[in-house]
């Protein structure tokens, strides 16, 4: 076996299992498509994080990965593209080698919803974002508008208005946010101009976005708003793919089903973090990811005095 323990994912799950496994003897590696923290890498500010009573994302996950690094091969931009059972375990394939390992801990987290109306891939990267904190200073003396209702669109919105954009308007297409009343109150405060019962319809734009065809969800009423940028904070979706082709169980929503030692229906594979069916917050997924490479002891031969 290259690897005892192979992690798919650098996010807080991923850094957390890196840990634990390490400091029980196991020899793991990490794989991660990008350079690591998953979407926790780009909140502008997380405060509720045990001992941390502020800190920012991108610190965060960077002294996560610093910890991780102590304990388990970080192997960053390599994507693995599929995993493959086999008699003794696993064959790992990535965009450049193969692995045998006899464990896998699945924590690809989720990646952002898109609304998928015409120009939104067109101008992706040319007004059209999916995060504030990458972006929103790029946006200073700019109208900009955040489409969403929960509490991440509405601290988006508030986040983009402290970096100086001129205007900001928040597109829900319900009466109402889901959002916090706490964040809304802030939101107002901040003087964002809401738009309630409204749907982008299309995106528009020359170089870059200059324009949103907006309509009323009620009436119809279709109009168009001016903006310099969009930034679409409507949820995330699990990034599943591995875990369907390994047949493992998925929920109705498409996040992989674990037990409480995060052990999936597949011998062998666990999951933890952002793409199983519990609650998505940085301090479940490190436990979580804890809990996972413990609980791979079971098929690596190794005891672990719970």
């Not at 997380?46 to 996560?64: C, D, Q, R, T, V």
């Amino acid at each position: 076996m290259d690897y005892e323990l192979a992690i798919i994912g650098a996010g807080p799950a991923g850094y957390s299992a890196a840990i634990y496994a390490g400091r029980s003897g196991i020899k793991a590696v990490v794989f991660d498509t990008m350079g690591g923290g998953g979407l926790a890498m780009i909140s502008p500010n997380i405060e509720n994080y045990a001992g941390f009573a502020s800190i920012s994302g991108m610190e965060l996950m960077e002294k996560m990965g610093a910890h991780a690094k102590k304990y388990a091969d970080m192997h960053y931009m390599e994507e693995v593209q599929k995993i493959t059972k086999t008699p003794d375990g696993f064959t790992v394939t990535t965009s450049q080698k193969n692995y045998t390992v006899k464990a896998i801990i699945l924590c690809m987290g989720t990646e952002y919803r898109r609304l998928n109306v015409p120009g939104e891939q067109e101008f992706q990267g040319k007004g059209v974002s999916y995060c504030a904190t990458c972006d929103g200073h790029f946006f200073k003396g700019k109208k900009v508008a955040v489409v969403g209702g929960g509490n991440t669109a509405v601290i988006e919105a508030i986040y983009l208005k402290q970096v100086g954009a001129k205007e900001v308007f928040l597109i829900h297409r319900r009466d109402r946010l889901r959002a916090e009343k706490a964040y809304e109150e802030e939101a107002k405060e901040k003087q964002v101009t809401f738009h309630f019962n409204t749907h982008v319809a299309s995106i528009k734009g020359d170089q870059q976005v200059n324009a949103l065809d907006i309509e009323d969800t009620q009436t119809k009423k279709q109009s168009i708003l001016e903006v310099d940028g969009v930034f679409i904070s409507i949820g995330e979706e699990p990034q599943n793919r591995l875990a369907k082709e390994l047949k493992v169980r998925l929920d109705d929503r498409g996040y992989i089903v674990v037990d409480r030692q995060q052990r999936t229906n597949v011998h062998g594979v666990y999951a933890a973090g952002d793409i199983t069916d519990g609650l998505r917050q940085v301090v479940t997924a490190c436990a979580e990811g804890a809990i996972a490479a413990l609980a791979s002891t079971e098929v690596l031969g190794k005891k672990y005095p719970y």
